[in-house]
């Protein structure tokens, strides 16, 4: 049961949060999905000014100034990149990866387990992704499901080459249908949230399979790609965090190894490929999952 008390929440804009009611860019996320996926369910929530008074402060990978961080609010972490990954976040510059002391919960996109690291709590941020999936998996996303034998075959999603399998991905698979990257929908989602917006869902069913390669192979680092893709009814082609299979379902997506072109031969059948469409995505383990800021 919601408490009837309603949290103050604020972000600290120049660590980088971005976190909007208005979305412009595709790397912004919704307000209230944000408070719905990163925020503990039993209470509500309301966005007041970085300036102003609050009971939760966020802030991300770009935060130098610890004294923006003020003792009476708890102070949340939260990063949705491979934090410790890559040298070029000033947080991680100056203070280390737990080095700032304010810090009360660190939400990081590069652990696997909810731990404790002096009176810090960390969660990973793949378990508030689950957390939303589970809770907009059967929601009406899709304007119009595209039949199979109507969908092209490969969508191509990334717009860096950081992850050297994404060409190997391109050069094995383009001939054996219509290859497409996602630039040729600027005009659809430029303006819409990479975060389960409906535009570019409904882009990512007009294919069979959409490539889902992170940036890089850290355990834990699990980012909205799968997701996207599960909503989208499509397969994803999956290429990432080593330990993926323990929260999604091993059987709901195709993991890129040498035998891709293998298992794309078979499954590109619309009995096979409605089965793996159709299966459970998330873990039984992670079904029910709640995001908790409690301390221990």
Not at 83 to 90: M, R, V
Not at 100 to 122: A, F, H, L, Q, R
Not at 258 to 266: A, C, H, P, R
């Amino acid at each position: 049961m919601k408490s009837n008390i309603m949290k103050k929440i604020r972000f600290i804009k120049s660590s980088g949060t971005f976190i909007e009611k208005e979305i412009k860019n595709y790397f912004e996320q919704p307000l209230q999905q944000f408070i719905e996926m990163f925020l503990p369910e039993d209470e509500e929530y309301v966005e007041v000014h970085e300036k102003e008074d609050a009971d939760i402060c966020f802030y991300s990978v770009q935060l130098e100034d610890e004294d923006l961080l003020r003792k009476n609010e708890k102070n949340v972490f939260f990063s949705i990149e491979n934090f410790s990954g890559w040298d070029h976040y000033k947080h991680m510059q100056k203070f280390g990866k737990y080095g700032c002391k304010k810090t009360d919960v660190y939400i990081s996109n590069d652990e696997s387990e909810i731990k404790y690291v002096g009176n810090m709590k960390v969660i990973p941020t793949v378990l508030c992704r689950i957390n939303y999936f589970n809770k907009i998996e059967k929601t009406q996303i899709l304007e119009e499901e595209t039949e199979f034998d109507k969908k092209m075959f490969l969508l191509i999603t990334s717009r860096n080459m950081h992850n050297k399998n994404k060409m190997h991905l391109i050069e094995r698979l383009k001939k054996y249908g219509i290859v497409h990257h996602i630039s040729m929908y600027d005009s659809i989602i430029k303006n819409k949230s990479c975060y389960h917006s409906s535009e570019l869902i409904n882009v990512y069913n007009k294919y069979k399979f959409v490539m889902s390669f992170e940036n890089t192979h850290s355990p834990g680092y699990i980012t909205e790609k799968i997701f996207n893709v599960f909503l989208a009814k499509s397969i994803p082609i999956y290429d990432g965090a080593p330990n993926i299979d323990k929260y999604i379902n091993k059987g709901s997506y195709i993991q890129y190894d040498k035998q891709i072109e293998n298992k794309i031969n078979i499954i590109n059948n619309e009995k096979m490929y409605n089965a793996i469409v159709e299966k459970n995505k998330i873990n039984e383990e992670y079904k029910n999952i709640k995001i908790d800021y409690s301390l221990k």
